[in-house]
């Protein structure tokens, strides 16, 4: 199933799309750095670059949703149970917004290992008591989990509800990424949303803000769990 994804036309694009967000990742926003780790971590740090990738990983889940939906109606109505359906549909949209996360990572590093591979400088991490390298892996796991957790909501919204609902979840995580960037009325509240950690953060330490990301993970999980539960026990919901 994964390779008929792979292979539609509407996949086809969203690759295209990565990698031109890559490039621009790359050749636009990383090489200024001049550091090959700060122009790696720079991309993932810029609110337009987080807001055209969630933008693509967002249509890349409503197509796998459609697509299990619309195309593989035989091979959902085999499974046994609701609950054997919803993971799956969970399970699906994790490894394709993993391959997505995966596709514009690799093609950025592409382009650094040819503008700042050269200049690797493992440096102290603004006021930080770490690296710039252990913070880029901290950020780049955090980044991760967090797009994931959002992307299995956008796929339980699927579930529940419908199409224009889940652009409208969408549409809000990205307006949120945009806003927390550039409206001074949310500073003292960006750290409670996890878009604000799409982009630059500032704590007065790095054991605050890693108090304050496993809070917002925490808060992702359980909202996972309780659209879980309620997806689970929807009596409207029927396996095609």
Known sequence: MIQYILSTERY???FILSILLSLYGGFVLGVPRENFIDSLLKPFTFY???IFFFALAFINNMNVCAILKEDFPYYVLRLKTKKEYVKMVIRLSIMLFFICF???LAFLL??????TFHNIEISPYKTYSITNLSYCLFHFLR???YGM???VISSLLYINTNTKIVIGYAALILAFIFVNNVSISFVNIAPYFA????SQVNFSSFSIEVIWS???LIALEVIVLLLYRITIKNKRIEVL
Do not use: A
């Open 12 to 14: 086809k694009f969203i």
């Open 48 to 50: 337009f670059f987080s």
């Open 102 to 104: 995966i596709v514009v």
């Open 110 to 115: 592409m382009c650094l290992f040819l503008t």
């Open 143 to 145: 980044y991760f989990l």
């Open 149 to 151: 957790l959002l992307i």
């Open 195 to 198: 878009t604000s950690y799409f």
């Open 214 to 216: 496993l809070g917002v």
